[in-house]
C-alpha cells in the first residue's frame, strides 16, 4: 500500500496561504509546499468566475490528510475550496524516506 500523497488547494491570499504553510511545516504534517500562481476560471451558483489564485501543492503522508483538512478549515476564507488528493509514488527511496524523516514527530 502507498502511504504517501500530494494535496493541492488554492487560496486567493497569500496571507492565507502562509498562515496555513507555517502551521503545516511547525507541526510536521507536510515535509514541502510548493506555490504556484494561477489563473484560475471557474462556475460558482450559474456564475462564471475567476481569480488570481496560489496553488499549495504539500507533500504528504496519507494518514495526515484530515489533520491537515482541519487546518485548512480553520484558516480559508473560501465557502467551498479545494482539497484534492493524489497517490504519490516514486522510484527514488531517499525521496520517500525524506517524507517520512521530515513528517514524523
Known sequence: MNDYCMIETAFSSMEELNLVVEKLLDEKLVASCQVVESNSYWNWNNTREN????????KTKKNFTSSIYNIIKDIHSYECFEFAIFELSSINVDYLKWIDKETSK
Not at 51 to 58: D, G, N, P, R
Open 51 to 58: 481569480a488570481h489564485e496560489y496553488i499549495l501543492i504539500m
